[in-house]
């Protein structure tokens, strides 16, 4: 391993990278003495840092260009805007002109935002995972004006703490390094480059069967918490996309324990106080096993992950809960989350006030100041709130005086009353006029492709056209200001500018989107652009030695390695939806080169699935609707006619994840299907009439008029 390699190597600096926790107040009234070069910048994470005395550049060659001239080393910090050590390793050090003075004579800084750069994040996060066994923001790495790492931890106070370093020992110590011992920091960043080397090197695999199916399953079963809900102990992810592969492998097997485990953690999440209940969406985290005391901040893809696995959990169940949850997610995300030309914000802050979690905190005097008593008591019955509070401070363990709304078993009955959403209504009206936490309203393409397919298929299952709506305008959005002519995207837009290369995801994610928008309103336009940005993911992307798709272009900055990973994280990764995507423009253009693509990745991947399936969770999700007998469905009308868009709506509906619907409008011959769809040349209606094609590997049943025989075809 990596670690032991350079375990001499930490042992000469007699130093170890760790994560360390404290509480800090901010000093909001701190005066803006300095202006660096982070001031032009358009990220909301470096403008945070726009007035440190730190010397911060951007990424970019001007950094590296002065390291070299000057001889320097890189302090390289990454975090994002959202991230609240990243706010306590700012005010603490790169706020304190003592540690600036450090950097800004030894090194050469640079901040990244990790959800601008990911390919940069995710090659120096592999770095220090490597080397101390654990990772997380800020993200600290130290490395040569070569961009070779030697150095890596997370984050570090001014000073250290218990035999801790922190950057009044560190700095000093690397850089006399630096000037004295470089050859033994040029040895280490030898080893370290050719462990990324290594790593990212991609073999071809034994093909994938049926049984990393039930593997994947059976993990999960292992995992699985029956007293609350979801997998492992504390800390507890939400993960939405292992819920949607347990409610898919429940379909395909009739597995009665993976839709228990679904719809457990789904409900269990609903209740808790990770939920949002006045304000609606979902935090990001629970720091403790039972969904109660949350990481405060709220990721858009968060909200679009969890919008699907509720949504498909109605679709399966009828449950009416999951619907509603899932509605009250895309009405957050409308009313504070959704720009006015279409586009999705990021992140909301968990801190507010230099607290975190105080915008969402309630204190009894409080309610009983801004309800009646009998509507104060009912409130503090149905969410457990308590006199001395019930919400207890993360790093001190104490009681801080205020609560936190969540539900139990015994009072999550009575929270659905009509005199619930009264007093919801009045809360959410006083608490908005409390002082927010900070915005992240930086777009980012790949994040709002995972909105737009959760909006197209919220608004398929809920037959609500506005969803539908607000899923194209943010489509249209992206064509228009995040898409060249030529159909190369960019990653980011904020107060009209657009910029950074695209990664793999943006291109993944945004046609994953498409492609349900397309299902949604069955505009030929949508797929048309599914297909075309596919074709330039496969052309800047794809591994053609062994196959897979790597993180950055190969029209954009070489970094020291060139990244390549289906890991699925906090969200599913590119090659995950990408593997999807293919399999489903095989069986909507009837192409096999789709396939075989996705065959590939599968292969490259597998030795490492079958290692931890748990950790591919999209990718097996993609593999299962291969392997789940997936059927196209045609359906030949006019667009016109009123029974046709009823049988349309009523197929689309039913929740059956392994199938892809193509619609072949009789009227509309400027925008036909056929050119995509070759196979479909022939089938036309019969009598006039609506016709259904229901097919499977490209062999179709009997063309039928009848919908009742239509979906007979399709349940069988």
Same mark, same amino acid.
């Given at each position: 391993?990596? +670690?032991?390699? =350079? ?10 990278p ?89 090194f ?11 390919e ?67 040895? @280490? ?14 073999? =071809? ?26 997998f492992? &102990? ?17 379909h ?45 901040e ?7 992950m ?34 006015? =030309? ?53 790093a ?43 915005k992240?309203?930086?777009? =980012? ?24 709506? +607000? ?29 950074l ?19 949604? &309103? ?16 496969? +052309? ?18 070489a ?20 593997a ?36 591919f ?9 291969e ?10 009308? @006019? ?44 089938q ?33």
């Amino acid at each position: 391993m990596l +670690a032991k390699q =350079l375990t001499s190597f930490v042992i000469f600096f007699g130093l170890v990278p760790f994560l360390w926790s404290q509480s800090d107040e901010f000093d909001s009234n701190q005066k803006e003495k300095h202006v660096n070069r982070l001031a032009k910048e358009s990220s909301p994470y470096l403008l945070q840092h726009q007035y440190n005395p730190v010397d911060w550049y951007p990424w970019g060659q001007e950094a590296f260009d002065k390291a070299a001239q000057l001889d320097r080393p890189i302090f390289l910090s990454i975090g994002y805007s959202t991230c609240h050590w990243c706010h306590v390793m700012e005010h603490e050090s790169f706020e304190d002109e003592q540690v600036a003075d450090l950097l800004n004579e030894n090194f050469i800084s640079i901040k990244v935002d990790r959800e601008e750069m990911p390919e940069v994040d995710h090659v120096y996060m592999s770095v220090c995972q490597a080397m101390t066994g654990r990772g997380g923001w800020p993200l600290t790495i130290i490395m040569t004006p070569k961009k070779e790492p030697f150095f890596a931890g997370t984050y570090f106070p001014k000073s250290g703490r218990l035999g801790r370093p922190g950057m009044m020992e560190l700095l000093p110590s690397i850089a006399d390094a630096w000037k004295n011992r470089r050859d033994e920091l040029v040895k @280490s960043a030898n080893k370290i480059h050719e462990f990324l080397i290594s790593s990212n090197k991609k073999q =071809l695999g034994d093909a994938l069967d049926e049984s990393i199916l039930q593997n994947t399953y059976s993990q999960f079963v292992n995992r699985y918490d029956k007293n609350h809900g979801g997998f492992g &102990t504390r800390p507890k992810f939400p993960s939405p996309h292992n819920l949607i592969f347990l409610l898919r492998f429940h379909h395909m097997t009739g597995d009665k324990t993976s839709l228990m485990m679904v719809e457990k953690t789904l409900q269990e999440m609903r209740m808790g106080g990770i939920y949002d209940h006045v304000g609606f969406g979902f935090h990001r985290y629970s720091t403790d096993a039972e969904w109660l005391v949350p990481h405060f901040e709220k990721m858009l893809y968060d909200q679009a992950m969890l919008a699907m696995a509720y949504t498909e959990a109605f679709q399966l169940t009828g449950n009416k809960v999951y619907k509603k949850t899932a509605e009250e997610i895309l009405t957050y995300v409308q009313r504070d989350m959704t720009d006015s =030309l279409g586009g999705f914000y990021s992140a909301e802050d968990a801190d507010s006030e230099g607290e975190e979690g105080l915008f969402y905190l309630w204190k009894i005097e409080e309610l009983n100041s801004i309800l009646e008593g009998e509507d104060a008591r009912f409130v503090q019955h149905v969410f457990n709130l308590q006199p001395d509070g019930n919400y207890k401070d993360e790093a001190t363990g104490q009681f801080t005086g205020r609560n936190i709304f969540y539900l139990n078993k015994s009072t999550s009955e009575l929270a659905d009353k009509k005199k619930m959403s009264i007093i919801r209504d009045k809360l959410f009206h006083v608490r908005e006029k409390r002082i927010h936490p900070i915005k992240d309203d930086k777009i =980012l393409t790949d994040w709002n492709g995972l909105m737009i397919a959760a909006f197209a298929k919220a608004g398929v299952a809920f037959n609500s056209q506005e969803l539908i709506e +607000a899923a194209e305008k943010c489509a249209q959005f992206i064509l228009e200001k995040l898409t060249d002519e030529n159909g190369r995207m960019k990653k980011r837009f904020r107060i009209g500018v657009s910029g950074l290369d695209a990664h793999l995801d943006d291109y993944a994610f945004f046609a994953w989107g498409l492609l349900e928008l397309y299902e949604a &309103t069955f505009n030929i336009q949508y797929l048309q652009k599914a297909i075309q940005i596919s074709e330039i993911m496969v +052309a800047e992307f794809w591994n053609e030695s062994s196959g897979g798709f790597y993180l950055g272009s190969d029209k954009t900055e070489a970094l020291i390695v060139r990244s390549i990973t289906g890991y699925d994280g906090a969200i599913p990764s590119g090659n995950s939806i990408a593997a999807m995507n293919l399999l489903k423009l095989t069986r909507i253009t009837g192409n096999v080169k789709w396939a075989e693509m996705a065959d590939k990745i599968f292969n490259v991947f597998s030795n490492e699935i079958e290692r931890a399936p748990t950790g591919f969770t999209s990718m097996v999700t993609a593999f299962l609707f291969e392997s789940d007998r997936p059927k196209e469905i045609v359906i030949v009308g @006019s667009g016109k006619d009123p029974e046709t868009w009823a049988a349309l709506d009523r197929i689309k509906s039913k929740y059956n994840p392994n199938k892809v619907i193509l619609f072949k409008n009789i009227d509309d011959t400027e925008r036909e299907l056929s050119p995509l769809a070759k196979w479909t040349a022939t089938q036309q209606t019969i009598d006039n009439k609506t016709t259904f094609y229901v097919c499977q590997d490209f062999a179709c049943k009997i063309p039928t008029t009848d919908i009742k025989q239509a979906i007979k075809f399709i349940n069988e």
